[in-house]
């Protein structure tokens, strides 16, 4: 419990500003009054007040003994409409993003937080390439080369009669078949790259106004803002972790959260990257037959065009892998070179790669499968895993460098996600070609042979599609283990919940079915700590198995079902099903995706529950992937950060930031962002906070020990309530130091009685991660933290006023 604070009560006005948690909630909801007026903000993010409280500022004397509540409300940032539910296919991207932020603390050791930031860009410029295959691998090899290509197929599908060959029109050609295709892998490149632009204009393009001030304790800043572009970035902007001289928190620096510059030179280079793959397709099939039926002259310009579309595509890589995010200084410049040259010339040579097939070849016929597409996929599968390997083994080295037992995994985290982002890409991937081919196959099994019309996917595929079983057999143990550990917690604390509710019964024994309910939440609850050990489980199963199904289809060259024959009944049984099984999972696990945005475009209870999945995974900018859904926190942080330092340079009033939740991260991350003249005036109020339970551990570089402990040193008071009920927030660990008090306050009792009582009649439920403000504890705490910011500050214009708000966050910091 707080101390009790010393004194008469300050004077002056005071402010709330709350912010709510993951899910979103009404400004109405949160302010407790049906009426409400919108302050600041538009309609995707704003502050409002109660009617009341709009003129408070100019009536202090009625807020003595309240303060002023505002809500900024940010739920329209994370869901709202039926079109975001659609960013649920950009799942990979968005996990692969995650990836970047995961890198374990490191001091120093900036050659390594640059090898570890290009590996995570490069992985993510891979997925990129992967779901531009896979939407080739559909339109070119299936539809146009195969279907179109083999009588008993097309003769099935009427809309593919003017390119079938048994037609024999102009499009019957399998180079202008091949053209034509690929105009739907060209348009999924160019909407991702226009949704890219669009989310980035609406969400994240708002200038920190506080970009100025932010400068003026952060080392080595003062003048940088006005460096031209064309000038190299000094050597401390080139990546966002090189140590300065002077340590600021990462997530304080002035260009955190206006990562502009990045994300056109990202989103400049995976447009390319997924045009060039188009190219690539086509090109490849022109130039094998051109090299065996064609005369010198085509076969040269083939070479000549794929030794352009390479050193092209090196480019690519060469960009991605360049330079990192420029966070000391609001980087408004843009590498126009570069965000206009690489799409161009990658639009150029896919125009030529299409004329080029097109062209009259007489007696070309399309036969098999797209080789382009098999060399595709398999060059990505070696690839992706030897970069999570190599990724891995940077990740391990940082976190020896600098270990902390909190830490997910031994600070193999980011790895370990980035395993997840590659095999999420490849389900869907795989499943879309699974079920495109069964489709187009009719009753026919795609790569059995008999009965087939067409050679079905890649064989990879089918053999990625095979291991899924075993996977989910391998993770039969973790979900077997944690059902024990849950009974027996729930065992273990069914004396502890007991205990804690004895005196209500006077020496009686609480009634058991109670107890058994609040002992299992508390149990269940513990899940979350849990997940790293489960994460890790998986994705070593995922690496694992799938270079197993690389090494059988590198092996065999055929699908499992016919690889195994002459093996044994048991073993072709076994094979045939593993291949049937998989394949119907991975199509069932694509069909999941398609059908959970189209309930949620109709559903806004389900938009509600997968905007909560978008809450917790785009807070972190976009610095690994351009096409990941865009980052709230880039408007939401500068917005909180913007309003608190107007509103106590205007005002010179107290200021209590409340945040729920993912709110409480959004408050944290804002305070952050201001003046060190500003936090020391301002206290920071979090329940129900995943800061370090879940931050913490899983962002150590960004969240862990260190920064949390310099956020309690730099703000002025910090007070952390939690629940041992609550699945999601936890205590943040910051223990008594320096004079100053322990961070947490809790666990808070949940629920408030555990029967009936004369005050509470009804039985109270047991609130978990909701309604933290109902409990008694909320209001003595934000009292407290009121108390200790102490008397109203002159207005910060005022000499004096600087003076004693300098004064005043001195006494503050020793007394608080």
């Known amino acids: 419990m707080a101390p009790a604070p010393h004194g008469p009560r300050p004077p002056g006005p005071a402010l709330e500003l709350l912010v709510h948690g993951v899910g979103g909630t009404t400004p109405q909801e949160m302010l407790g009054d049906p009426r409400t007026v919108r302050v600041t903000g538009d309609l995707t993010a704003a502050i409002h007040r109660r009617p009341e409280d709009v003129d408070a500022e100019e009536h202090p004397e009625r807020y003595r003994d309240r303060p002023v509540a505002e809500a900024y409300c940010w739920s329209n940032l994370t869901s709202g409409n039926g079109f975001r539910a659609l960013w649920l296919l950009l799942l990979p991207f968005m996990v692969i993003n995650l990836a970047h932020w995961m890198r374990p603390a490191a001091t120093g050791r900036t050659r390594a937080v640059r090898l570890y930031g290009v590996l995570v860009r490069v992985l993510a410029l891979s997925l990129t390439v992967l779901l ?16 179109a290509g083999v009588s008993a197929c097309s003769r099935r599908r009427s809309w593919l009669g003017f390119l079938s060959a048994e037609q024999g029109g102009w499009w019957s050609q399998p180079g202008r078949r091949l053209a034509l295709a690929a105009v739907l892998p060209t348009g999924l490149v160019t909407l991702l790259r226009y949704l890219s632009n669009r989310t980035w204009s609406a969400y994240e393009s708002q200038r920190p106004l506080l970009g100025d001030i932010a400068h003026t304790d952060a080392p080595g800043a003062p003048g940088e803002d006005d460096a031209p572009c064309d000038v190299p970035e000094p050597k401390c902007l ?12 990462a997530l304080g620096r002035p260009g955190f959260w206006y990562g502009r510059r990045l994300v056109a030179r990202l989103r400049a280079a995976h447009t390319a990257a997924g045009l060039l793959t188009v190219a690539l397709f086509v090109q490849r099939a022109a130039a094998e037959y051109d090299m065996a ?23 690519v890589v060469a960009v991605v892998c360049r330079r990192g995010r420029s966070e000391r200084r609001l980087d408004h410049c843009l590498d126009r070179a570069v965000i206009t040259f690489l799409p161009s010339a990658a639009l150029v040579l896919l125009g030529v790669s299409l004329v080029h097939a097109a062209w009259a070849r007489p007696g070309w016929t399309s036969s098999g499968t797209l080789v382009a597409g098999e060399d595709t996929f398999r060059a990505l599968t070696v690839g992706q895993g030897l970069l999570v390997v190599a990724l891995a083994a940077v990740a391990s080295s940082l976190h020896r460098g600098a270990p902390d037992v909190r830490t997910a995994l031994h600070g193999l985290g ?29 009753p026919g099994t795609p790569g059995m042979g008999a009965g087939s019309a067409i050679g079905g996917p890649p064989v990879l595929l089918s053999w990625q599609a095979s291991v899924l079983p075993v996977l989910l057999l391998v993770l039969l143990v973790p979900v077997g283990v944690l059902l024990v550990r849950t009974a027996r917690l729930t065992r273990r604390y069914e004396a502890t919940v007991a205990a804690e509710y004895a005196a209500e019964y006077r020496g009686g024994r609480p009634e058991p079915g109670r107890t058994r309910q609040i002992a299992r939440v508390r149990a269940t609850a513990r899940l979350t700590d849990e997940a790293p050990w489960i994460i890790g489980l998986v994705s070593g199963a995922t690496l694992l198995l799938g270079a197993a199904a690389l090494a059988g289809s590198w092996a065999t060259g055929r699908v499992p079902g016919r690889a195994m024959d002459g093996t044994g009944a048991f073993v072709e049984s076994a094979a045939e099903a593993a291949q049937s099984t998989g394949s119907w999972m991975v199509g069932f696990g694509f069909i999941l995706f398609v059908a959970s945005g189209r309930r949620a475009y109709r559903d806004a209870s389900a938009r509600r529950t997968i905007g909560i999945l ?9 610095a690994a992937h351009p096409f990941a859904p865009p980052c709230y926190a880039e408007r939401a942080v500068p917005d909180l950060a913007s309003r608190m330092s107007a509103w106590t340079a205007r005002t010179g009033g107290r200021l209590v930031i409340s945040g729920h939740s993912q709110g409480s991260v959004l408050a944290a991350s804002a305070v952050w962002q ?9 206290a920071l109020l979090t329940y129900g906070s995943p800061a370090e339970r879940l931050y913490g551990r899983w962002f150590p570089a960004y969240f862990g020990p ?4 310099g956020l309690h040193g730099s703000v002025h008071c910090w007070r952390n309530l939690w629940r041992a009920t609550d699945p999601i927030g936890g205590p943040v660990r910051i223990h008594e130091e320096a004079g100053r008090p322990e961070v947490d306050r809790g666990p808070l009792k949940d629920p408030l009685v555990h029967g009936r009582t004369a ?18 504890a909320f209001a003595r705490e934000r009292a407290a933290l009121l108390a200790e910011l102490g008397p109203v500050l002159p207005r910060q214009g005022d000499p004096a006023g600087r003076r004693g708000a300098e004064g005043q966050g001195s006494s503050g910091r020793s007394s608080g």
């Open 132 to 147: 531009t295959a896979a939407a080739c691998e559909v339109a070119l090899d299936l539809v146009a080369w195969q279907c």
């Open 238 to 249: 080139v990546e966002d972790d090189t140590p300065s001289p002077a340590p600021r928190p």
């Open 293 to 315: 039926h064609s005369g010198p002259g085509p076969a040269l310009f083939g070479r000549l065009l794929t030794v352009a579309l390479t050193l092209c595509a090196l480019a």
């Open 414 to 442: 980011g790895p370990a996600v980035a395993m997840l982002a590659c095999a999420v890409g490849g389900v869907m991937s795989g499943g879309l070609a699974q079920r495109v081919a069964d489709w187009l196959d009719g």
């Open 614 to 622: 978008w809450d917790v995974g785009t807070y972190w900018p976009r």
């Open 674 to 682: 201001l003046p060190a003249v500003t936090r020391h005036r301002v």
């Open 706 to 709: 260190a920064a949390l402990r």
């Open 759 to 776: 005050e509470l009649p009804l039985p109270e439920p047991v609130l978990g991660h909701s309604d933290y403000q109902a409990d008694p």
